[in-house]
């Protein structure tokens, strides 16, 4: 009999199931029915796993009503688990507590409830807080970084670089990759804010901690976040009128990233190479500027990423611009020529964009040049 609770559980457990896979398959209608059923048939259970099962279907129904645009719903159906089982002490049930309420703070801010979700980011804190369980520590650093986030939103800079320095101060020396991943975060948008704000030397400073601390890192999220601070810091430095130092920074986040496969990294590396070479140029150093052009070629000539391949053809592009300021008017061609010839055909309107910017200036530059070689013959006459 259904009553039984071997059977209870089996069949809670297949339609919790029943559920999930539906929304697999993007049948939300389908899986916020299901759920609905393990709700209205086990809400009032008392054993552990109907509760549990009961909790996570409030989740994903939550989850699959965003997916179907029915945001107040949702939000519903989270706060309909933190009434159920918020004082709950069981881990299960207080981390589907954590996520629902992590999960409303989000859809608060997709909604433009900044307040609202602000209010939910100091719950989770309140809760959680001082937990000592890796997961709700994990929810707790998300919701105080998110805290930092939405402030920094609303230009209340000073507030929000006290919340990123309370993330610091809290996770710093967590050992959890999604902890480590929300300090260096925590940083590098201090960073931003304090940059906003002026203060240049502490700008520097706290990209150079991001570096410090996760300069070795391996995880592919911390190794973008150590190449954003390099980014960020060599910006910074030419605000502050220190143009030259940039060039160390761009070589050693070549040297850092220059052989990494993350299409993200690639994306970098190429783009500092193509800023590398405008710095050479507005340095004089024409020669350096041109070898760093052709580096962007030769690393990354053969990329498949959109991204990428942007960057290959403003390299040459940059390179034809520079050789006809130098009245090396064949090497300005065949750099235009290069363009044309990689992306005239590309698929990306930003490829084909360069492909005609270059055939245009390649018309310029020859119109140039026999103008030039009519002036001569008039003179020679």
């Known amino acids: 009999m259904a009553s039984e609770p071997a059977l209870r559980e089996r069949v809670a457990k297949a339609l919790y199931n029943k559920g999930v896979s539906l ?19 086990f809400g009032t259970a008392g054993e552990p796993v109907l509760r549990e099962h009961v909790a996570k279907a ?60 602000m209010a939910v980011d100091d719950e989770v804190l309140l809760r959680y807080g ?22 920094g939103l ?23 990759l999604v902890l480590r991943e929300h300090v260096a975060k925590a940083l590098v948008n201090k960073g931003l804010r304090l940059s906003k704000m002026g203060r240049s030397g502490e700008t520097i400073a706290v990209y150079d901690e991001v570096i410090a601390r996760f300069g070795a890192a391996g995880e592919p999220a911390l190794r973008e976040l150590v190449a954003k601070a390099l980014v960020n810091k060599s910006v910074k430095l030419v605000e502050m009128g220190r143009s030259g130092e940039t060039i160390a920074i761009y070589d050693e986040l070549i040297a850092r990233f220059g052989t990494a496969s993350e299409p993200a990294l690639r994306t970098r590396v190429a783009k500092v190479l193509v800023s590398k070479g405008l710095r050479l140029g507005e340095m004089g150093r ?63 309107p930003a490829l084909r964009q360069q492909a005609a910017k270059a055939l245009h200036h390649k018309t310029l530059s020859l119109r140039r040049m026999m103008q030039e070689r009519g002036g001569d013959q008039s003179l020679m006459a």
Do not use: C
Not at 154 to 175: D, K, L, M, P
């Open 23 to 41: 929304g697999e398959l993007r049948r939300s209608t389908e899986a916020v029915a299901a759920h609905d059923q393990v709700i209205g048939r």
């Open 58 to 117: 409030l989740i994903n129904k939550g989850l699959q009503l965003g997916q179907l645009g029915r945001p107040e719903d949702e939000l519903a159906a989270y706060d309909d688990l933190v009434a159920r089982f918020g004082t709950a002490s069981e881990p299960v049930l207080r981390e589907q507590v954590a996520k629902a309420l992590v999960n409303k703070a989000i859809k608060l801010g997709q909604l433009g409830r900044r307040d609202q979700q």
């Open 130 to 151: 001082t937990a000592s369980e890796p997961f709700m520590r994990e929810q707790a650093g998300i919701a105080l970084y998110n805290k930092g986030v939405r402030l």
């Open 154 to 176: 609303q230009e209340r800079s000073e507030e929000a670089i006290t919340v990123y320095g309370e993330v610091i101060a809290r996770f710093g020396a967590a050992s959890e």
């Open 286 to 348: 024409n020669a350096e500027e041109i070898a760093a052009y052709d580096e962007v070629v030769s690393r990354f000539g053969t990329a498949s990423e959109p991204t990428v391949r942007e960057q290959v053809g403003w390299a040459l592009w940059n390179k034809g611009v520079r050789f006809g300021q130098m009245g090396r008017s064949a090497e300005e061609i065949a750099a235009y020529d290069a363009v044309s010839a990689r992306f005239g055909t590309a698929s990306e």
